[in-house]
Nanobody, 128 residues
Framework: QVQLVESGGGLVQAGGSLRLSCAASGRTLSAYAMGWFRQGPGKERAFVAA????????HYADSVKGRFTISRDNAKNTVYLQMNILKPEDTAVYYC?????????????????????WGQGTQVTVSS
């Protein structure tokens, strides 16, 4: 059984940075795309960033493009989300997810329903 555990969330001032980690256990995820999503107060869960199995293809939501970077270390079975120039509107619970239905895909999916394993989330709060 795959388990995903996020860490690295916290409280930061606007303009600051955080790095989220998502560690997988129970199965190696090196063949699968991974994604980050977030759910702000009163909002639906939304796509943030995704990365394919090799790290050679990434995709970002327009709202975070140029500020956030997704990466992965397959040897550590871990995916990261580096978040820079944080804004109050980035405040949300951040979830990592794995798409275990399609191995070695060239491009990572960006739709929530294409991911079938989820972590429990980590809170990110950006103060103004």
């Amino acid at each position: 059984q795959v388990q995903l555990v996020e860490s690295g969330g916290g409280l930061v001032q606007a303009g600051g940075s955080l790095r989220l980690s998502c560690a997988a256990s129970g199965r190696t995820l090196s063949a699968y795309a991974m994604g980050w999503f977030r759910q702000g107060p009163g909002k639906e869960r939304a796509f943030v960033a995704a990365i394919n199995w090799s790290g050679g293809s990434t995709h970002y939501a327009d709202s975070v493009k140029g500020r956030f970077t997704i990466s992965r270390d397959n040897a550590k079975n871990t995916v990261y989300l580096q978040m820079n120039i944080l804004k109050p509107e980035d405040t949300a619970v951040y979830y990592c997810a794995a798409d275990l239905s399609d191995s070695y895909a060239d491009y990572p999916p960006i739709r929530l329903k294409e991911y079938d394993r989820w972590g429990q989330g980590t809170q990110v709060t950006v103060s103004s």
